[in-house]
């Protein structure tokens, strides 16, 4: 994996600004603000990479579903993720613009860095390095990006089984609670538990 390290290595500052294009567009779910563009940002992102999505209406926010298969591939992998943030408010609490990315001592500060945006943005990002490297995946990759996941989730099952026609045809009813698959992603810029530093946390707490 030495040669997907190297291109992750050297494609680095390209993969910051793609990042940090996402992180600027609010997306706030609560508040109606920025949701579906970007959903549709990150459609194009994703297409960009080589991996075809769709952005598909709900009773509320858009989710993106995606798929990429491997011929002879035998597995599947769904990774589950949502691009829509809390409010940044109270303002008055961030150290730097909660909508502006900015790189302090090797960490990203801004709304959605470390929940959920960095984690679903490393995922793509793997998916890509191993498929300009290696030209291929190893097995079938599955996405669902939902833009509710912060006012309870209502929508993106229902509308999900209501796609026959989509990709993953129904896999990513399997992948259970969404905290669930927040807890097991990680990403070399995600934010610690604790940090005296405000503007590092998605939601102001320290």
């Known amino acids: 994996?030495?040669?997907?390290?190297?291109?992750?290595?050297?494609?680095?500052?390209?993969?910051?600004s793609e990042l940090f294009l996402l992180l600027r567009r609010p997306s706030i779910s609560t508040q109606n603000q920025g949701v579906t563009?970007?959903?549709?940002?990150?459609?194009?992102?994703?297409?960009?990479?080589?991996?075809?999505?769709?952005?598909l209406p709900t009773a509320r926010h858009p989710i993106v579903l995606g798929?990429?298969?491997?011929?002879?591939?035998?597995?599947?992998?769904?990774?589950?993720?949502h691009y829509d943030v809390q409010p940044?408010?109270?303002?008055?609490?961030?150290?730097?613009?909660?909508?502006?990315?900015?790189?302090r001592e090797g960490r990203?500060?801004?709304?959605?860095?470390?929940e959920n945006k960095?984690?679903?943005?490393?995922?793509?990002?793997?998916?890509?390095?191993?498929?300009r490297v290696k030209k291929r995946l190893p097995v079938n990759v599955t996405?669902?990006?939902?833009?509710?996941?912060?006012?309870g989730s209502?929508?993106?099952?229902?509308?999900?089984?209501?796609?026959?026609?989509?990709?993953?045809?129904?896999l990513g009813l399997l992948l259970g609670r969404p905290d669930a698959a927040q807890r097991s992603a990680h990403h070399p810029l995600r934010r610690p538990r604790r940090s005296a530093d405000r503007g590092l946390a998605d939601r102001g707490e320290p």
């Open 88 to 103: 940044p408010e109270p303002l008055e609490l961030w150290n730097s613009p909660p909508f502006e990315p900015t790189v």
């Open 143 to 151: 996405f669902l990006f939902e833009g509710e996941e912060e006012i």
């Open 108 to 114: 990203i500060y801004g709304r959605g860095t470390g």
């Open 67 to 81: 798929e990429r298969r491997s011929p002879a591939a035998t597995k599947t992998v769904p990774i589950y993720g």
């Open 118 to 131: 960095g984690q679903l943005f490393a995922h793509l990002k793997a998916v890509e390095a191993v498929l």
């Open 154 to 170: 209502r929508n993106p099952p229902g509308v999900h089984r209501g796609q026959p026609g989509a990709p993953c045809g129904g």
């Open 1 to 16: 994996m030495q040669d997907v390290s190297r291109y992750i290595e050297e494609n680095r500052d390209r993969f910051l």
């Open 37 to 55: 563009e970007c959903a549709h940002l990150l459609q194009k992102q994703m297409r960009a990479i080589g991996i075809p999505a769709q952005v």
